[in-house]
């Protein structure tokens, strides 16, 4: 005869229940745990990887995106190359000769000339380029003397390139920074014989009126 309280019954049932409990909740957590272990590493190196492919891009400086040159500026291709110039100048002055060599810059987008004119030695530079806003071709100049001037010329007409502009042109150079010098509204027209030949009939304007005109026979070296 079971006198055993019912409250001991209980206990015992429940010891029961929970050693059969405990394996299969120690398996379950070994097998989360072991599914964990094995997640874990593959996780963290998708992770890694994500993380160093980010900072690769990073570090990897980008390229900067390169604005093609203007299709207009191959307008000046005549100037390319290396020119000897033979400069006829106005009744009452000297013949001159200058040498000038053209070259693309800044990926096409401006062509810069050197030149040297003698007697003189006068050391110069031009720098022509295409105004995408004005629509015309420009003329940056300066030299050694300290003079400067820009121009504009609209596009070839005629088989002309009229560039038109003001020259700062300094009559005496000086040491001090400080001389004289005269203003001259100047007309360069360029004309190309052929692809070594090219012609510059140059009208200079001065302030009180008076015009003289010059030209430039250039052929290249």
Request: glycine letters at 12%.
């Given at each position: 005869m079971d006198t055993e309280k019912p409250e001991g019954q209980e206990r015992r049932l429940a010891r029961a229940l929970w050693r059969r409990r405990v394996p299969i909740g120690i398996t379950s957590a070994a097998a989360v745990g072991l599914a964990?272990?094995?997640?874990?590493?593959?996780?963290?190196?998708?992770?890694?990887?994500?993380?160093?492919?980010?900072?690769?891009?990073?570090?990897?400086?980008?390229?900067?995106?390169?604005?093609?040159?203007?299709?207009?500026?191959?307008?000046?291709?005549?100037?390319?190359?290396?020119?000897t110039c033979d400069y006829a100048p106005p009744p009452g002055s000297k013949p001159a000769t200058m040498t000038m060599t053209t070259k693309r810059a800044m990926g096409g987008h401006y062509y810069y000339t050197d030149a040297t004119m003698q007697p003189g030695d006068v050391?110069?530079?031009?720098?022509?380029?295409w105004d995408p806003v004005a629509k015309k071709f420009i003329n940056q100049y300066h030299d050694n003397w300290g003079s400067s001037a820009n121009y504009a010329?609209?596009?070839?007409?005629?088989?002309?390139?009229?560039?038109?502009?003001?020259?700062?042109?300094?009559?005496?150079?000086?040491?001090?920074?400080?001389?004289?010098?005269?203003?001259?509204d100047l007309r360069d027209d360029y004309q190309v014989v052929n692809k070594n030949h090219f012609t510059n009939e140059q009208r200079m304007t001065f302030s009180d009126g008076t015009v003289l005109t010059g030209s430039y026979d250039c052929r290249r070296k």
């Open positions: 964990l272990l094995a997640v874990g590493p593959v996780g963290a190196e998708t992770a890694n990887k994500s993380e160093a492919a980010a900072q690769s891009q990073h570090s990897q400086p980008k390229k900067p995106r390169t604005l093609p040159a203007p299709p207009q500026v191959r307008g000046l291709d005549f100037l390319l190359g290396t020119f050391v110069g530079r031009a720098t022509f380029g010329a609209g596009p070839w007409k005629d088989g002309h390139l009229v560039f038109t502009g003001r020259l700062s042109q300094v009559v005496k150079p000086s040491p001090t920074g400080e001389t004289t010098g005269v203003p001259i």
